[in-house]
């Protein structure tokens, strides 16, 4: 059973710092060959791609984190980490950890980033 295990949420003020965990587990084929990535979504609003990084560790970030975000991975450790910083109000959202490989994807149940003007 596939488990994407999400940490690292919490309240911040504007200008601050979190760095967000997934742990991975239960994978049908090693951790190192899945693509994973981070969702954002707010209540009422479109779940939006916040960053993705492939196997071989090519990242994409949207726009609106370029220069504060930086997502990474530990592969011996099944695990990404998204590094946030100088956050803004507009990173509120519950945020989704993201497995793909091949046509099969899988989600977290997400972790709360609330950031305080």
């Known amino acids: 059973q596939v488990q994407l295990v999400e940490s690292g949420g919490g309240l911040v003020q504007a200008g601050g710092s979190l760095r967000l965990s997934c742990v991975a587990s239960g994978f049908g084929s090693p951790f190192s060959m899945y693509t994973m990535g981070w969702y954002r979504q707010a209540p009422g609003k479109q779940r939006e791609l916040v960053a993705r990084i492939t196997s071989g560790g090519s990242t994409t970030y949207a726009d609106s984190v370029k220069g504060r975000f930086t997502l990474s991975r530990d592969n011996a450790k099944k695990t990404v980490f998204l590094q946030m910083n100088s956050l803004k109000p507009e990173d509120t959202d519950v945020y989704y950890c993201?497995?793909?490989?091949?046509?099969?994807?899988?989600w977290g149940q997400g972790t709360q980033v609330t950031v305080s003007s």
């Open positions: 993201t497995a793909n490989l091949w046509l099969n994807d899988y």
